[in-house]
């Protein structure tokens, strides 16, 4: 019979641990797990997001916004999730009581949720000319 094994450096693995702690609510646990994926991975865009989340549920919204910080500067984020972390970063800075900058984060967040329905309109129309030109062929 084969053992179920752990493999520690399994770094998707943990990555899901860490997810399953941050939905049952155990902040502190998720956060162990994905510094361990960053011990490994020293920017691993999905360890950074989670623990971003972790820290702001915890209450610990100083680090959270560092981890916001950091995920953003790192290349390759969709406008999807860059939504999503201006969002959180606007959430942390009410709690810190940055109103100010708070709002700017909205702006961003709100300008990458316009600008990604007009690439899905444009693609949108575009594949209906597509088929249109098809059709006619």
């Known amino acids: 019979m084969n053992k179920l094994s752990f493999d520690k ?3 998707e693995w943990l990555l899901t641990l860490g997810y399953v702690y941050i939905q049952t609510h155990k902040f502190s646990k998720a956060l162990t797990v994905l510094k361990l994926v960053l011990v490994m991975r020293k920017n691993h865009p999905e360890a950074l997001k989670l623990m971003s989340f972790a820290y702001f549920e915890s209450g610990q919204c100083d680090r959270a916004f560092s981890s916001i910080k950091r995920w ?4 390759g984020s969709s406008r999807g999730e860059a939504s999503v972390m201006f969002l959180l ?3 942390v800075l009410l709690r810190l009581k940055r109103k100010d900058l708070a ?3 909205l702006m961003k967040h709100v300008a990458l ?4 329905e007009r690439v899905l309109e444009h693609n949108r129309k ?3 000319l597509t088929r249109t030109e098809g059709a006619a062929q």
Do not use: G, H, M, T
């Not at 953003?72 to 290349?75: A, D, E, G, I, N």
């Not at 949720?113 to 990604?116: H, R, T």
């Open 103 to 105: 709002k700017k984060c």
């Open 113 to 116: 949720i316009a600008e990604e």
């Open 72 to 75: 953003l500067q790192l290349p």
């Open 89 to 91: 970063q606007a959430r």
């Open 126 to 128: 575009n594949r209906a």
């Open 9 to 11: 450096s399994n770094i």
